[in-house]
């Protein structure tokens, strides 16, 4: 496995069978910042590389640019390619709701916004915060009652499977679409926002994260 670390290059030895990931996206910031793992399969011209553990691997995570050297400093002709995180976006943007750019002023927005759909957030507990504030807003200034009426309007049915989406935040919350969830009660908005952040990002939330985000409020 590859490890980038936060060394403008990393220089790694392949002990283990890489696998192939294409792309042209930058590699994300999180990626760096969390040494995350990137796959990739080791190829030279044409051939896939067994003696893998003769190899190096330089990968610039400024640029995501690999360069493969054999042990005897024959550099193997590397095609050009960008590393992608596996990250889904709402985590790497720490807003896990993927709440849409607006004119609102969130509390803990990143100061520059690189992603040009969803807002970005500096630490998890603002995502959360800004996840919970909007459900509490749905009640406020929308109306709306129950875990069906919330989920409509958050993930309408233009967008998703809005249908599939209700089933799987009750699954959470093992409650029925028909519940009625108290915005105003810790425990149930902190897994309410626990729940739409799995279905959104297909990881289950930092409980400690969401509670964080709820006393920020």
Excluded at 129 to 139: E, S
Aim: proline share 4%.
């Amino acid at each position: 496995m590859v490890h980038i670390s936060n060394a403008t290059t990393a220089v790694i030895y392949l002990w283990l069978r890489l696998f192939l990931m294409w792309s042209t996206t930058e590699i994300p910031e999180d990626v760096l910042r969390e040494n995350g793992v990137l796959n990739i399969k080791l190829m030279d011209g044409d051939t896939e590389v067994k003696d893998v553990e003769n190899y190096t691997v330089q990968i610039d995570v400024k640029t995501g640019t690999i360069k493969v050297t054999k042990n005897n400093n024959r550099e193997v002709k590397y095609p050009p390619l960008k590393l992608k995180s596996m990250t889904p976006r709402g985590i790497r943007n720490n807003n896990f709701g993927n709440i849409r750019i607006t004119k609102d002023k969130w509390l803990g927005l990143r100061v520059e916004q690189t992603d040009k759909e969803f807002f970005q957030f500096i630490a998890p507990e603002y995502g959360y915060r800004a996840l919970i504030r909007t459900l509490q807003n749905y009640r406020r200034r929308h109306n709306c009652q129950t875990i069906a009426d919330f989920t409509n309007r958050w993930a309408p049915h233009t967008e998703n499977n809005t249908s599939g989406y209700i089933q799987r935040v009750c699954k959470e919350l093992q409650v029925p679409s028909t519940y009625v969830p108290d915005v105003d009660d810790k425990d149930t908005m902190c897994a309410f926002a626990a729940a739409i952040s799995l279905v959104e990002n297909g990881i289950p939330a930092n409980m400690d994260d969401v509670v964080k985000g709820w006393e920020l409020l």
